[in-house]
């Protein structure tokens, strides 16, 4: 064999493989494939076929298969209908929580109410209730008070408040209990107590009772 037309057959081969390699970057965005032939006489590394077939391009519109574009709206549909699951669980678990909570004060509000039935005057436990206004800017412009239950006695205990709240000429208008059960010694609570009443006129808010028992 003549060394010279060997090298020269090696070396068209070399230049159509990078030719090939080229046209498949441009054409795919990917790595170059290339064909192995097991039956080439070079045994000093991998044969190529010296006519590689370029892809055809002609056709190609830069557009995803329908089988991909299907399968990744389907994605998005899932990943949508998870999100709206989940929002709609969290909703529901705060609704819930909110439903709880407010079962609670109202069960505290009619057991505070039930226990100041039958007391006379001001209560037992005037002394250990203090009651404060909350400024209305905090509050959107509703009459709030804090009352503030503290158990100055030696043994666990339970109160009951009743807040009146006047009109201008000193009026009752409206009448709201709060409470607080199973105060340890030293214990305090600060419920909250608000007028269902509109803004005008302004109503001033009054500690009528307080009993522990």
Known sequence: MNPTSAGARRSVRTRA????????VTALG?????SCDT?????GGPAF????TAPDTA???????SSVASS???VVESARASASSAAASASAREASRAASVGAEI??????????LKDVQGQGNALGEVAMTGKPRADTGGVLTVVVTITNKTSEEASYAVQV???????QVVETQFVGAEDLEPGGRKQPLVISRQPPEPVLTPRLTKAQRY
Do not use: C, M, Y
């Open 17 to 24: 493989v990078s030719a090939a390699a080229a046209v498949v």
């Open 30 to 34: 990917a790595a170059g494939l290339v």
């Open 39 to 43: 039956g080439n006489d070079d045994p």
């Open 49 to 52: 076929s010296e006519r590689p």
């Open 59 to 65: 056709g190609f519109s830069g557009e995803p298969p």
């Open 72 to 74: 990744a709206s389907e």
């Open 106 to 115: 109202e069960r505290s509000r009619q057991a505070a109410e039930n226990a």
């Open 164 to 170: 009146d709240f006047l009109d201008p000429s000193g």
